[in-house]
């Protein structure tokens, strides 16, 4: 029998190619189908481990879901950017890969990033979520979240709906 090793930490310069990975295996999984496939490659192209290895230097947390194999996921957060909303904080990104989805990890990940934002006295945080990415907001649905906000943004000449939820 072996031993999984799972932990969540802050990222390093070193898991740039591993975080390029997963932003790129989780977005063609979560929106293959939703995002115009042209807008969608251009994402992956901009998000090169290049652009992860400064993005790792910035000042904005980042935490790898690290199976002890480098990262399976990651999570992106900090102070809430959009001031209309009753929140201090906010989750960027939360994603993993497609097959460590569906086993709690994404629970783990998450409660650890709200753990950090509460010690940041950010007790009240969104996370927005394109409407029609369904696994996504049954996932925060399921974590408590409440739809507080709902707008309309064109990505690649195609409107589509996002949604904020809540959580205190």
């Given at each position: 029998?072996?031993?999984?090793?799972?932990?969540?930490?802050?990222?390093?310069?070193?898991?740039?190619?591993?975080?390029s990975?997963?932003?790129?295996?989780a977005?063609?999984?979560?929106?293959?189908?939703?995002?115009?496939?042209?807008?969608?490659e251009?994402m992956?192209?901009?998000?090169?481990e290049?652009?992860?290895?400064?993005?790792?230097s910035r000042g904005?947390?980042?935490v790898?879901l690290?199976?002890?194999?480098?990262?399976?996921?990651y999570?992106?957060?900090?102070?809430?950017?959009?001031?209309?909303l009753?929140?201090?904080?906010?989750?960027?990104?939360?994603?993993?890969?497609p097959?460590?989805?569906?086993?709690?990890?994404?629970?783990?990940?998450?409660?650890?990033?709200?753990?950090?934002?509460?010690?940041?006295?950010?007790?009240?945080?969104?996370?927005?979520?394109?409407?029609?990415?369904?696994?996504?907001?049954?996932?925060?649905?399921?974590?408590?979240?409440?739809?507080?906000?709902?707008?309309e943004?064109?990505?690649?000449?195609?409107?589509?709906?996002?949604?904020?939820?809540?959580?205190?």
């Open positions: 029998m072996s031993d999984l090793l799972v932990s969540i930490r802050h990222a390093k310069p070193d898991d740039a190619a591993a975080l990975k997963v932003f790129d295996v977005w063609r999984e979560a929106y293959l189908g939703i995002i115009p496939g042209l807008t969608l251009k992956f192209s901009r998000r090169s290049r652009w992860w290895r400064s993005t790792v904005r947390p980042l790898v690290d199976i002890g194999q480098g990262a399976a996921g999570a992106s957060y900090g102070r809430c950017r959009d001031r209309s009753p929140a201090r904080g906010e989750i960027d990104e939360l994603y993993l890969l097959e460590y989805q569906g086993l709690g990890f994404g629970r783990r990940l998450f409660k650890a990033v709200r753990n950090d934002l509460r010690h940041r006295e950010m007790d009240r945080f969104v996370v927005w979520a394109l409407e029609d990415n369904e696994r996504a907001c049954a996932f925060y649905e399921g974590m408590g979240g409440q739809k507080v906000s709902r707008v943004e064109r990505i690649g000449g195609t409107p589509l709906a996002k949604v904020a939820y809540l959580f205190r």
